[in-house]
């Protein structure tokens, strides 16, 4: 039972486009949502989150998007660099904090940015 | 500031051979984790620290075991090795939510 879905595998953008990740979620308990940015031979690094009380968060050239009555949430990057390329996970949780918060990962998403 | 660092960063093993995975961090975190990522499966939670001495199990703890002894380590442990085992973990420790992970070990059981 994948609480956490990224249902496309792969994506790939021209340089300076911009780049749509979708995310889906089962559980109407998770009030926290994070996207992790993933290179080869690395651990995942923390790229941008968002709570329930909103429905968009901004950094840069990321913006998360949330839609709470359809269980779905976005991540966007605009312009799309070659350095973006990697693979996004999103990840889920139920409260903010703590030890016993134990995310929920999607299965993740490779971005190919084509110079 | 080295972050969390993960040894070995490949091992091979045999079917029933024990091993120890060790995660190391330098940031005074209280929470630690191991994850295991498995193609099309996600990162899924081993088990997990709360502080130097607790351990608990999180989502697939079968045939792991681990052990904080100090705080700024975490150490799992295989006891007899499964090809079912063979993936990739990461191990993380944590502040006030926000999760900061290890490079990886990569392991493979034959």
């Known amino acids: 039972d994948q609480q956490v879905k990224q249902n496309s595998p792969s994506l790939s953008v021209q340089e300076g486009r911009i780049s749509i ?22 651990g995942p690094t923390f790229l941008i989150s968002i709570s329930s009380i909103k429905d968009k968060n901004e950094d840069g050239r990321f913006t998360v998007f949330l839609n709470k009555s359809a269980k779905h949430l976005s991540l966007h990057i605009v312009p799309s660099q ?8 999103c990840a889920a949780s ?5 030890a016993t918060n134990k995310l929920i990962f999607g299965t993740g998403t490779l971005l190919a940015v084509q110079p | 500031n ?22 190391a ?3 005074n975190h209280e929470y630690m984790y191991w994850y295991r990522q498995d193609p099309g499966m996600g990162l ?15 989502e697939v703890p ?3 075991n681990v052990s904080r ?42």
């Not at chain 1, 979708?22 to 690395?42: I, Q, R």
């Not at chain 2, 660092?5 to 995660?23: A, D, E, H, I, W």
């Open chain 1, 21 to 42: 990740l979708n995310c889906d979620y089962t559980n109407s308990m998770f009030d926290y949502f994070l996207w992790y940015k993933k290179y080869p031979a690395e």
């Open chain 1, 82 to 89: 070659p350095g973006d390329s990697a693979v996004y996970f």
């Open chain 1, 94 to 98: 139920h409260g903010l904090g703590g």
């Open chain 2, 2 to 23: 080295a972050g969390v660092t993960q040894t070995p960063k490949f091992r091979v093993l045999k079917t029933g051979q024990s091993m120890t995975l060790l995660c």
């Open chain 2, 25 to 27: 961090q330098d940031m």
């Open chain 2, 44 to 58: 899924r939670l081993i088990h997990y620290s709360v502080g130097e001495g607790t351990t608990a199990k999180g």
């Open chain 2, 62 to 64: 079968d045939g792991y």
């Open chain 2, 69 to 110: 002894l100090k705080k700024q380590n975490f150490l799992l442990g295989l006891e007899s090795a499964a090809p079912s085992q063979t993936s990739v973990y990461f191990c993380a420790s944590s502040y006030s939510g926000r999760k900061y992970f290890g490079p990886g070990t990569r392991l493979l059981v034959l």
